[in-house]
């Protein structure tokens, strides 16, 4: 029976040092081999993802479905897209005023571009994370206004004290008019409030047609909760905050330790009952 897998990117199929290892892709190489489903489900762009899949797992290829932006921009293995959702450019300029108020880094994504109006520290080093170049632009108000397409994420980033400063003041402010979520504990996301990796995989399930209780999900952080609450077969990273762990049947070791790999062989050998760590 074919079999859906899903896989975060950063803190689960990434190292630390941003590399794959060589048993993983092994391991994913022979769920493409079986024919099975396999699914990239995360918060990057979708052009940091694919120079992912172009320059590590190259195979992939034309093969994986990629769920970028937290769910907001779902496209198939042909490059067509099959969902997007942005942020309603009224609400995503209100964040944006709120952001600069708060004195914290922000930037947007547009039409699948890296933009800031802060030429700092952070969108340097964020950019260089994301294997993608940015575009620096005088005003971030001025840019979501004359845009054509809405921004599809807003990205706040500061030390993790000042994140979750920012998260709990943000849920206050909006009140559920985003869905707001750390993806990293510097990294603090605001997307539309009806999309999240959950919400999008409902969307994959019901258009390749398979169970969404009984495919294998893998995450790590609290924008993959989401989609570890729908399965039977979910799995935190060793690595994974204790929220995400609270949430998933199943506890694999770190990222550095090929976590992820080590449960693909259990899963494709059918020893279910000793893949927890």
């Known amino acids: 029976m074919k079999k859906a897998f899903i896989f975060d990117l950063d803190g689960t199929l990434l190292k630390s040092d941003l590399t794959i290892s060589c048993r993983t892709k092994s391991a994913l190489r022979e769920i493409k081999e079986r024919n099975h489903i396999i699914i990239i489900s995360t918060g990057r762009m979708y052009a940091s993802t694919m120079y992912i899949i ?82 620096l632009v005088d005003d971030l108000i001025k840019e979501i206004r004359n845009s054509k397409h809405p921004p599809l994420k807003l990205l706040a980033i500061g030390e993790p004290h000042k994140i979750n400063e920012v998260k709990f003041l943000s849920e206050k402010e909006f009140d559920g008019k985003f869905n707001i979520m750390k993806s990293w504990d510097i990294y603090l996301d605001f997307i539309p409030s009806d999309v999240s990796k959950g919400t999008s995989l409902k969307i994959i399930s019901d258009l390749y047609n398979f169970e969404i209780e009984h495919c294998y999900v893998f995450g790590d952080s609290e924008n993959d909760i989401e989609m570890l609450k729908l399965t039977k077969n979910s799995y935190a990273m060793g690595n994974s905050t204790d929220e995400v762990k609270n949430t998933s049947n199943n506890i694999l070791p770190t990222n550095d330790e090929d976590g992820v790999a080590y449960a693909i062989e259990k899963i494709l050998a059918d020893d279910f009952n000793n893949v927890n760590n």
């Open 54 to 135: 172009e320059n590590f797992l190259p195979f992939l290829k034309e093969y994986v479905i990629v769920s970028a932006y937290n769910g907001g921009y779902v496209v198939s293995p042909e490059g067509r897209i099959i969902f997007e959702k942005g942020i309603e450019k009224d609400l995503a300029i209100k964040c944006v005023e709120f952001l600069r108020k708060l004195d914290i880094h922000r930037h947007i994504y547009i039409n699948d571009k890296l933009i800031s109006e802060q030429d700092d520290k952070e969108i340097k080093d964020y950019a260089v994370h994301s294997f993608v170049d940015y575009f």
